[in-house]
């Protein structure tokens, strides 16, 4: 069987709404004979003449009857379902957003963030999950609707990226801690024994970077998955963590934080996003919502 053209429904609608080849070709901008043709064409495609003469005037058959409120239906849905997306109703957008992320990030962002979504479109639920690793397949499967931190390079060249703010790493150690009481040289921080955050692939990072230079390099105790275990142990031990500043902001309570005594490269913490919900008005929601809540928070 041959796939109809789905253009005539347009003609159609227009036809059957004017009840005149004449008033429905002026619509459409066509002439009247081309308009005729366009008749002729649905007549054969439907096996009913649709429109009648009677008189000087076209009347509609029962299918034409029939079809004329189906057709309308049709034309409007499909002329909704091409126009460009709008902004969602906030007060009736009912949907979960997965945010994967840091420990870090969740507690110092998180309940801002919790707080807008809430205030402007109540039945969202927000959901985050734990960021293990780098890899981008979550996102370009759907699993995850957005992810937070530091761009490494090796994600997905698909995925869309935004940065949200700079951050610096620094020392931090219990109150009462020994580098607490003086001023903190790369020899003695590089003395201290240390909680050390593992990195993907083995790469070494910023700080290690930076102390290879000076021709040091750090006395770890022992390697952790996150910096939020890494600034637990800090609290209970004497081992110096190092964590990025503001990404750690809400997990340093209580804690002696300390610039650190060389220069290293600052990281930008980024939203990524696959380029599918790009457009999605309610996920461009969810992307200002995140980046006025960094900003906010950064203030």
Not at 64 to 92: S, Y
Not at 251 to 274: E, I, Q
Request: charged share 25%; with cysteine; glycine share 8%.
């Amino acid at each position: 069987m041959s796939t109809p053209d789905l253009n005539l429904l347009v003609t159609l609608n227009v036809l059957l709404s004017e009840g005149s080849v004449a008033a429905a070709a002026r619509r459409l901008r066509l002439s009247p004979s081309a308009m005729s043709r366009a008749l002729a064409r649905l007549r054969a495609t439907t096996g009913d003449p649709l429109l009648v003469r009677a008189g000087r005037a076209l009347v509609p058959t029962p299918r034409a009857l029939e079809l004329r409120e189906r057709v309308r239906l049709l034309v409007d849905e499909a002329e909704a379902a091409l126009r460009p997306a709008t902004r969602p109703d906030l007060g009736q957008l009912a949907r979960t957003f997965t945010v994967r992320a840091s420990e870090g990030y969740a507690e110092t962002f998180g309940p801002g963030l919790i707080a807008r979504l809430a205030g402007e479109a109540p039945r969202v639920q927000l959901r985050f999950v734990t960021k293990t690793d780098k890899e981008g397949r979550l996102l370009r499967e759907g699993a995850v609707d957005l992810e937070i931190g530091v761009v490494a390079g090796t994600e997905s060249p698909e995925l869309r990226v935004q940065a949200l703010f700079p951050d610096r790493f620094v020392g931090v150690v219990r109150a009462g801690h020994p580098l607490c009481k003086r001023d903190v040289t790369p020899q003695a921080y590089a003395a201290a024994m240390h909680v050390a955050t593992e990195r993907r692939g083995g790469r070494r990072g910023p700080v290690d970077t930076a102390l290879r230079a000076l021709g040091l390099e750090l006395r770890v105790a022992t390697t952790v998955g996150g910096f939020a275990t890494a600034l637990a142990l800090a609290r209970g031990t004497d081992l110096v963590a190092t964590v990025p500043e503001r990404h750690t902001h809400a997990l340093r309570t209580g804690l002696h934080s300390f610039a650190l005594p060389f220069a290293t490269h600052d990281v930008t913490v980024s939203m990524l996003w696959h380029p599918r919900l790009h457009a999605d008005p309610a996920h461009r929601w969810l992307r200002q919502c995140v980046r006025d809540v960094c900003t906010v928070g950064l203030g």
